[in-house]
């Protein structure tokens, strides 16, 4: 171990050891390989004899001269090399200035990536709460605007109520002056009418007068349109009614018989009796022809008693 290196690497035990043993193999191997060549190189050894026979026969044929044996070459011996062990390269040693220069420098982008990490991490904060802020001002502008056109509504609103209202009341004054008129005008028309009805014998208490034709109408044709129209009069008379109030009705009639208008102009102080009679006026369609005139009268006056249907 050096000045240099940090650490060494030791040697490996028994390493002379190996080596002789390698080359006592190797030797005993080359010795072997060169005994077994040299044993089959060599020639063998050839004995000669004659042999005779008291017979005379003919000579045996010499035999044939032994053909030559090619000499075996030997074969090279294999050459072993001998690797030699790695060579172990010991790395440098660090410089610790340059080690802590190189840390200071990692501490130094770790926290500007922190603050890095900080600052976007504050833009999404901020753009969050600009975006929560945003929100709410158009919620309340909604609202705002909402409550407006709710308030302007019902501004309008009571404007028109109060048109429709002034509209009625203007209305129902109309009514009651043209009522008030129409009363006078009927009540003055009646009066002419029940002296007419007395002097040609055709009023009837509980008939029909025609009013159209005076005294060149028929004197029964009130009492027929008005027995016409007590017969289609459907209606119970309730129990402990005072008295038999009359109900009556302004009609106005078409020249085929059928009705133009009925308009009730006097109540009996019982609604379900004004509309019997009223149904029952609707109901006695097409109205005859005065036999006198030949033609149906324009207008005519109904009234009807409960009690004397």
Do not use: C
Request: hydrophobic letters at 35%.
């Amino acid at each position: 171990m050096t000045g240099n290196s940090p650490y060494s690497v030791p040697k490996e035990p028994g390493s002379i050891r190996a080596i002789l043993l390698a080359a006592a193999v190797h030797a005993a191997l080359f010795a072997f390989l060169w005994f077994g060549i040299h044993w089959q190189s060599q020639q063998p050894i050839a004995v000669e004899a004659e042999i005779w026979s008291p017979e005379i026969k003919d000579a045996a044929p010499t035999p044939p001269e032994p053909t030559p044996q090619p000499t075996p070459v030997p074969k090279p011996e294999p050459v072993i090399q001998e690797t030699a062990p790695p060579k172990v390269v010991t790395p440098p040693l660090p410089d610790p200035e340059i080690a802590l220069e190189k840390e200071k420098k990692r501490k130094e982008q770790e926290r500007k990536d922190l603050q890095r990490q900080e600052e976007l991490e504050k833009q999404k904060q901020l753009q969050k709460q600009q975006a929560e802020e945003e929100r709410k001002d158009k919620l309340k502008a909604e609202a705002e605007q909402k409550a407006a056109k709710d308030k302007a509504a019902a501004q309008e609103k009571q404007k028109q109520d109060a048109a429709k209202k002034a509209e009625a009341d203007a209305k129902k004054k109309q009514a009651a002056a043209d009522t008030a008129a129409d009363n006078k005008r009927h009540s003055d028309e009646l009066k002419r009418m029940m002296g007419q009805a007395v002097g040609n014998g055709a009023a009837n208490s509980t008939g029909t007068a025609a009013q159209s034709q005076g005294p060149r109408g028929d004197p029964s044709y009130g009492q027929k349109v008005g027995a016409k129209i007590r017969s289609n009069i459907i209606f119970n008379v309730p129990e402990g009614l005072a008295g038999n109030p009359a109900a009556e009705f302004d009609v106005e009639l078409l020249p085929d018989g059928s009705v133009a208008s009925v308009r009730l102009r006097k109540s009996s102080g019982v609604s379900g009796f004004d509309e019997a009679v009223k149904r029952a006026i609707e109901k006695s369609v097409p109205y005859p022809k005065d036999s006198k005139t030949g033609s149906v009268p324009s207008s005519f006056l109904g009234i009807h008693k409960p009690k004397d249907q």
